[in-house]
């Protein structure tokens, strides 16, 4: 293994994500653009036309539903596939997501969180991503330029081990479209993490032709959706292992799903995906240092579900306030609502309350974090719940 | 011995067969007739992209094909995108895409799903040219779902939801002229195509592996379920349809267009010997039969306007 000596490049979010994609030599990539997912797509076409990739086909389809089915029709045909989309442009992929992860291929995608219309709103927001829950993809949340980058090589290889398809989530102009220093890796280190794929099948054995998609009837449609369990199931070991091998390789551990941050002695803990875990986390060493006994666990891998990890986080706090920048309508936050369920079957029952916050990229500050800890602190030491969900910037 | 003229011809239908029996076509189906040829055209290296329509059915359920050749079943509106992620993907691998030894990437779609909900998938395959074959089969209606209207529906037909009835409510409108709207994004190659003529068809099958680029097909392919037709009429039906002008044969090839049938020296045949055969068009008025015989002569004249004036 040569030595590993890092390359410092000052990039945007999506930036960091073209240049996973052009390190991880992806083959395919179908996109059509969307604000702010735009720059991604930009950089890598200009990638091309300097030469600077090769062995990459490039389809600028008319639509993402399309950008979806290209990327399925090549990966089914053996290639990497990639494509990168946003809020209305997920949603119109919406059928193909199921149409990937039941044919069982290994597509990377990044999503550029973004509200859902109307109103128009181009700002940060999960409840494009979370509503694909349900799609079979696995999804990770980034929660800085780097964690676009990192995510994007593991997500490949995690998705081509497990053959599931998976999606890399960044936050709208909070990460999508802000300069940091992100450490790239030198290709031939890159090319020794993630060989080249090893697909299940392929549509180019001539001699052996295969069907894929066919109607499945009553008796085996059934186990069609046990295995993609399993490979969830399995999904969360490679993750494990691969976020291990990562640090090995490159100094930055990833085997965690959840990220624990100052939660050893903590009495009780703010929980979220994404760049918002940023702040909490400055905000957590700041209350730190007023006394607040508080840390932050930071949700990477929303799909498969960190159940185990959140057990024993849960084990060990007497609240955990689950910040949401997203929404389910008729419930709850998202990231809550699976953290109760998670959570219900168990010995382990700290106070769990909802804070709804950062919708459509409403500012979200350390200032905020130090209000949701005192809501906290109250409530834990009367030991009961003011309110379950708290839509926390309301203009009252 | 001296092989008769239309003996040799014949032989131009390749003896191989790539589509097993055992298929799950109703009797008489015209577009496993259509599968049947494109696979003994372009063998098996060859991968075919279906989305949801009857060929579907086809096919076969899992964990069966009656495909002998690579096939991707995929959504309804997604055959045009499908195919080119494959193509991509083919050159992406280094791989020949068409061409004699080249691997054939053919899309496989009924009319709803190129006339209708796949129209823009198509558009963006035609106009991105990608080198692949797509091949409408039109059969027009949505027969998978249980006979309803498409684009492609003629005037008259009945269907479940354009049904006859006492205040005589019918498909109102004409067919939708896919192929022209394919040659609006100057392709080098499309064509019509009918499974009662299929040395024709074969021929055009073949033009289409050996032109670079997208090509089209659309093939006529009755469908005695939907048409409430008799299952040993579907040729019949087909040639019919040729002969009456309303559905003629003809080339597209960069910018010129050549009819291959009916002839153009002759009248066509009456409408009604197409009509009469077909249960779907029993709720037909003396007037609406006029209504589509007189569509029906008026595009006959613009192609043959077309074929005089870009031949
Ligand atoms: C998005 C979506 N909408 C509707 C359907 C239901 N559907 C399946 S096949 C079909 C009709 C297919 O018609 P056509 O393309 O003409 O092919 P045919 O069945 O006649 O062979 C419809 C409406 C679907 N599969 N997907
Ligand atoms: S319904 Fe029509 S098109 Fe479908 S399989 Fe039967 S005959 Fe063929």
Known sequence: MAEYKPIRKV??????????????????????????????????????????????????????????????????????????????????????????????????MVDVNRAMAPPWSVWDDQTDSLSQRDTGWMQFYAENNQEVYDGVLMAFKIAETVNLPAMVVESAFILSHTYDVVEMIPQELVDEFLPPRKPLYTLTDFDNPIAVGALGGPNDYYEFRYKIQKAMEKAEKVIHEVGKEFGERFGRDYSQMIELYRTEDADFVFMGMGSLMGTVKQAVDILREEGYKVGAAKVRWFRPFPKKELYELAKSVEGIAVLDRNFSFGQEGILFNEAKGALYNTDAKPLIKNYIVGLGGRDFTVNDVRKIAENMKAIIDKGELDVEVDWYHLKR | MEIPENVKKRLSIPADEHFYAGHTACQGCGASLGIRYV???????????????????????????????????????????????????LKAKGYKVKGEDGVMVVGWAGDGGTADIGLQALSGFLERGHDAVYIMYDNEAYMNTGIQRSGSTPYGAWTTNTPGGKRHFLEKRHKKKVIDIVIAHEIPYAATASIAFPEDFIRKLKKAQKTPGPSFIQLFAPCPTGWRSPTDKSIELARLAVQTAYFPLFEYENGRYKINMPSTKKEPKPIEEFLKLQGRFKYMTKEDIEILQNWVLHEWEKLKKLAEVFG
């Open chain 1, 11 to 108: 990039v945007s979010g999506n930036y960091a994500a073209a240049y996973a994609v052009k390190h991880a030599r992806v083959e395919v990539v179908a996109a059509y653009p969307i604000t702010p997912q735009t720059s991604i797509i930009e950089k890598i076409a200009e990638f091309l036309a300097n030469g600077e990739i090769e062995g990459l086909e490039y389809v600028p389809v008319e639509s993402e539903h399309s950008a979806m089915a290209a990327c399925i029709g090549a990966s089914a045909t053996g290639a990497r596939a990639f494509t990168a989309t946003s809020a209305q442009g997920l949603a119109l992929m919406h059928e193909m997501l199921h149409w990937a992860s039941g044919a069982r291929l290994p597509i990377v």
């Open chain 2, 39 to 89: 696979l003994k055209a372009y063998g098996r290296k060859t991968i075919f992209t279906i989305p949801a329509c009857c060929s579907t059915i086809i096919a076969g359920p899992w964990p069966y094909t009656a495909f002998e050749a690579n096939l991707f079943h995929t959504a309804f509106e997604t055959t045009g995108a499908v195919m080119s992620g494959i193509e991509a993907a």
